[in-house]
């Protein structure tokens, strides 16, 4: 499918779908959505801890290079591995403007390494991060309780359904210790219904700016 680069309210770019009229990150702010949805009501839950993190759709790296920034913020280790069928290309990666717009010029080689990192291997990227990027379908997500906190960041439920589902959902709980945490920007009724389905005590919390809600979703032991 076609990919044009936009940029987004808060200055930030991202990658638009012209065929599904779908972006990588909310129209109102990519930077802004990355640190309220994930940042905010993920990881800052782990302040001083040891985590691991699975990301659902790798994308552009903007997730897991606010990850790295903030966790030295809030003294973290961090393994992080994120899931991605279709790695960007090299002219797209060339076209983010994440590495200025965070002001985190002199981290540059970091979010460079993101991306020159060879895929399925784990790659030390600081004493306190490692990062490993899978390429692999969702579906094909087998493991079992390993991660913290699931960062779920797939295209919304209107074009890829199949990704909202309970299968999928499930696959998410599996993955999870016990205590761990789901963060999503959706708040559609069909997704927090398949969460709950699983087995997720789910919570509506506010937006990040242009929308007003958005969900957390916890594996109680
Ligand atoms: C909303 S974007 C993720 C944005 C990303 N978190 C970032 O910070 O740039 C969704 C991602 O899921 C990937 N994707 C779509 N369908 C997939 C599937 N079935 N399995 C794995 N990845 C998929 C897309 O290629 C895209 O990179």
Do not use: C
Request: glycine share 6%; no cysteine.
């Amino acid at each position: 499918m076609k990919r044009e680069i936009i940029q987004t309210l808060d200055g930030s770019t991202t990658i638009h779908i012209p065929e599904w009229d779908e972006s990588y990150h909310s129209k109102h702010g990519a930077i802004q959505e990355a640190q309220h949805v994930f940042i905010k009501n993920g990881l800052s839950l782990f302040k001083d801890k040891e985590l691991a993190i699975l990301e659902i759709g790798f994308g552009t790296g903007l997730n897991a290079f606010i990850t790295y920034l903030e966790g030295a913020k809030m003294n973290q280790i961090i393994d992080y591995v994120g899931v991605e069928a279709y790695p960007i290309s090299s002219e797209e990666l060339v076209s983010m403007n994440y590495v200025a717009e965070l002001n985190a010029l002199d981290q540059e080689n970091i979010f460079d390494q993101m991306h020159g990192s060879a895929w399925n291997e784990k790659t030390i990227l600081s004493n306190r991060f490692t990062l490993t990027k899978r390429q692999q379908f969702f579906a094909d997500i087998e493991d079992k309780n390993k991660f913290d906190l699931i960062y779920f960041d797939a295209f919304g439920y209107r074009v890829q359904p199949e990704l909202w589902s309970t299968e999928i959902f499930q696959k998410m709980y599996d993955a999870l210790k016990d205590d761990g945490v789901l963060v999503t920007y959706a708040a559609r009724g069909v997704v927090k219904r398949s969460m709950i389905e699983v087995g997720f005590v789910v919570e509506k919390l506010a937006g990040p700016p242009g929308k007003r809600e958005m969900f957390r979703a916890k594996k109680i032991s």
